[in-house]
């Protein structure tokens, strides 16, 4: 493994500089008018991973953007590794709140700034080099290994389950490894072991068939943007808990012993707090911030607009009003079940004074492995040696689908071994990533497969 | 009269074609960069008044858009009407809504379509018109006349109180006319008496300092557009009643002969429900739809604001959400007193768990008059003259804030002589102005000139 990792330890300039040139392809896969740039930035990947010695390097077509497909499948007998990772990004917007722009990739202390500089480009650039220094020393891996990047996990992943479906065998291995969570903060290397699942939804009222005149109107019609705070007010109790009718059925409850474990962690809540810029940390009534964010089920609203939005004011009663929302979900919720549970409360709550529409936009299951599992233990012994420490074992708030795909189309369990921070704005202006944890992912990771080959499968 | 008269219903094309010239310009007083057409829009006014005969035609600078002054003088001993009207525009936007651009007057099924046709272009120029025939005809008027234009009514005539103050001698005068109201219903000509008043402000909430990822913190902070949501549902009860403390404390209640009166109305629920397009009518419990609109004061959102909005999903905290809101006023209620009622009051009811910032952007004092004022009873007779029916004795919903300017500070009283029709979509999409009423407008002010010449002072 030396001469793997001085090849890593000599290279970090020239990563860099490589880097900048996936982040500068601006993925968008929310927005129809970025449909090429998520194309070409599907081909930049294909293009590297035939460059760092992959083999059957391919874009497989869906009914959205296409899944880049590559393997290297030269260690029989050998465990094989299932690596999955995305190349779409968030949008960028409001666009005004970036220090420097989203797509040109800066350096400021130690951070490099872009989009997608944590989320996911940066993870999956890490492994690409920890492949390629392998490669380049050894000319082999020390596992098998098939690598597919998605360009939907941003918009709901509406079509990876269907190409799992239909490439099982070609998708057929021992682990799953994702690289796309966080670390717990900063100097703190983790393994996730849960992830919270989700159900988006939009929320579209009509209360009349146009704008009408605040004066000459006003006391005689519903207002739709009144009526959709109330309908949202009603999503909640006063102790934060979600109202929605069956919503907390399926929840599993935390184990004493989860919690206890949770409270010996690092956590500062006054810097969190301060690092947020939030006047106060407010949640579900009985729980700690970790659980509360890890554990417990939530209901959001993602956006909200009506009416006259612009400078100065418009005396207006608005046609329509619409609220993006979505919800959180923990094992063992189900997210069809819970779009259903929501859409009938909204029917029930929403009043007859307005013309109501519910789209579900989309969902993922949450998941949870035990990290007993001989690959998640694996993946620890490769950060203490990348890392030079001990890893925590966390839960996460996010979601990723595809975990709960994997598992069950394919019964793979997965490690993810993530080198986000919680504070780098993985969807907000200014995303960036540590450049010291990507140098020591690089690390990880190239040590991670040595590791994963030992594993008795 | 007669020769007016026969001016008049000779000139109907050439009306039209002049009309469509004034409507052109896009004077939207909102908006800055459209400041340079509402001073265009000032000086067309000013060059029109110096066509049809109107001396000392200026253009007054006021901290914002200027007032347009001119009068005719030459009738010692007749009464002086002081004419106010506005010459700019509500924004157009949602603009993909207009079924012809807002800019490009358009006659539809004997209707004017443009921004300004009803609200307030039409009506001022229905009064160029009557005292440009009177001019041409008779080389005189038979009362003096003072004209004001503002550019400043839909966003508050925050400078026209400063100048009528400021001005106090020039514009002393026996009345005030303004067509700026509507008639109770296509073929129901109609005098109003009273006006509602308004308060305008706008909430603004932040809950972090940058967007957050909703899956990593969702559940640990508060959400300002969940926040938002349940302050605007605390302004109201279930009743529709108001609940800011205070707010009903001057509130004039109507008197029983006024619901009398208005029990017999020709109005028809059901039509006014089908051309809202409206699922059901809903307001304050114990009051009918009328009294709902012209007669109870009014909480309503006019705009609301926060995270994602564009197409798709974006699975973000907002840091920050903002709400338009407004409140309609009646007798006897004061603006600056509800204002401060109201921001003490979201004050109250608004967690620590944001940050709050409450704007008042604008407002104007309700207003009523008798209508056995002998000016108000030659209006009655003008329209009796021009439109051959008996006039309605109404209120209006809306708000003319001038009103009470001019009654407070020059001690006037108004009447108020409009031709809109309620359906004529005064500050929404394809808003239009029935020409029929249009061309007996201009009669019908031709005849009231005459009138008030007739009033004993």
Known sequence: MNNVIDFINTRRDRYLDELKALLAIPSISALPEHKGDVLRCAEWCANEMRRIGLENVRLFETPGHPVV?????????????????HYDVQPVDPVDLW????????????????RGAADDKGQ???????????MKQN?????????ILEGEEEVGSANLDAFVRDHQSELAADVVVISDTGMFERGVPSITYGLRGLVYAQIDLRGTKSDLHSGSFGGAVANPAYVLAQILTQMKDRGGR????????DVRALREEEREAWKRLPFNEKKYKKDLGAPKLVGETGYSTLERTWARPTFEVNGLLSGFTGEGSKTVIPAVAMAKVSMRLVPDQDPDTIAKLFEEYVKKVAPRSVELKVTRMHGGKPWMTDFDNPYVQAAGRAIRTGFGQEPLFIREGGSIPVVATFQEILGLPSVLFGIGLPDENAHAPNEHLDLSNFYNGVLASAVLYQEIAGVTK
Chains 1, 2 share one sequence.
Do not use: Q
């Open 124 to 134: 999956v650039f890490m492994h690409f080099k920890a492949i390629e220094a392998h």
């Open 139 to 147: 000319g082999r891996l020390p596992v098998n290994m098939k690598l």
């Open 99 to 114: 220090e420097s722009p989203p797509f040109e990739a800066t350096v400021r202390d130690g951070e490099l700034y872009a």
């Open 242 to 249: 979600i109202k929605i009718p069956g919503f907390y059925d």
């Open 69 to 85: 497909y590559g393997d290297w499948l030269g260690a029989p007998g050998a465990p094989t590794i299932l690596f999955y990772g």
